[in-house]
DNA sequence: ACCTGAACACCGTTCAAGT
DNA sequence: ACCTGAACACCGTTCAAGT
């Protein structure tokens, strides 16, 4: 059972963190955070073991609510139109937010919270996914982890130009999509990357931040 | 006329920040970049005002060097595969070279050197779908700056994947370009980036990294 | 003219001292 | 049980002292 104080310093941190990651990137110092949320900077550490940590619990609750906007997704009518709303609700999240877009690059699915989280999020992918090839709207080659990975690079595509043409990632989504279609579809060099793929990468990227760490002691 | 010493150090700094950058991404210490091209650290930024500054140079070469694969490509017979083979060069400098990704994202347009090189390459992104877009293999609405961003866009979504699958990025040149093709083509929501807006948006990134320098005195 | 390494202001992280 | 701020090891950057 937390203390009073405690659960709301623990709050504060995260509103005020959360903030500060959507403005300024992952860039941003502890030392601001712990400003705005109005706590001692060792408070932060006191309630998120390390800078990565904080970071993955916000990047996961993001993850998170949107997998419940793909959930909802699965019963629209059409299912064209659905997977299409659902990578704009994802590229919303990097337009909305500076961090996510680095977050999204750079984060270790080696944290539990970040893995759930991109598991529930190729399920969900995968359900809208498979419903559009059932119907014929999108090439049959084409799989959920493909689906996360293009709305990411959507969103990647129009961020050097986000401040200036703050919607220009709607034409990339679209271009992509038309890449999608089955009329333009033809054979893929490389197969899909696999649910196994995404779990060496993170056991990968666990081992090289820990060489890291040993390398500068 | 600088000094033997002087220049000999300079081309062993750029020597080690080029192949530390490539293995580690913008997050090397100017100490261990120093340390490999066997010189103090101060030395480094005798001949580099920044580490930026220094990021700035290697980056501007590495686009010479893809501007320079594109010009030899205007002239190839089929314009289509000479798009397709641009783009490929311009995603494999991504996925030999770590910190390409993260400098693609975030270099400031600023630096002469990287406008330079910028505007180059825009110069003959835009010749080759020029050659494309008359011979009827891409769609007629895309530009050469889309082309750009969509090859950076390519990397960027097979980035977190590199390490496992490392010809991933294959896959998704490939969708992205069937994305391309006439067949699929409908209306897109959004007009193409002009170069103005590139201008622009080098102009509020320079603006805010002054910022930051300021808030932190 | 250039190289060097000590010094500075920052950063994330730790921890003894308080309540 | 939690909060605090001083202390630590790192970082990029500056600069007086050397050659």
């Known amino acids: 059972m937390p203390r009073a104080d405690a659960a709301r310093n623990r709050r ?17 110092s502890i030392a601001r955070i712990a400003a705005r949320a109005g706590v001692a900077k060792g408070t932060v550490f006191n309630h998120f073991p390390s800078k990565e940590d904080l970071v993955a619990e916000i990047f996961g609750d993001r993850v998170a609510g949107l997998v419940a906007v793909g959930e909802d997704l699965r019963d629209a009518v059409d299912p064209g139109s659905a997977l299409l709303r659902f990578m704009t609700a994802g590229i919303e999240l990097h337009a909305n937010d500076r961090s996510f877009c680095e977050a999204a690059a750079s984060i270790s699915r080696a944290d539990p919270r970040v893995r759930n989280a991109s598991e529930g999020l190729a399920q969900v992918a995968e359900d809208l996914t498979g419903r559009a090839r059932r119907a014929g709207v999108i090439r049959d080659d084409v799989t959920g982890h493909d689906i996360v990975l293009l709305f990411n690079a959507a969103a990647q595509a129009a961020a050097p130009l986000g401040d200036t043409v703050p919607d220009l990632w709607r034409r990339y989504l ?41 390398r500068n002691r």
Chains 1, 2 share one sequence.
């Open 12 to 28: 504060s941190v995260l509103d005020a963190a959360s903030a500060e990651l959507a403005a300024h990137g992952l860039d941003v």
């Open 174 to 214: 679209h271009l992509i999509f038309d890449g999608l279609r089955p009329e333009a579809a033809r054979q893929l060099p490389v197969a899909a990357p696999t649910t196994e793929d995404f779990n060496t990468a993170a056991r990968h990227a666990q081992a090289s931040t820990r060489d890291q760490r040993t």
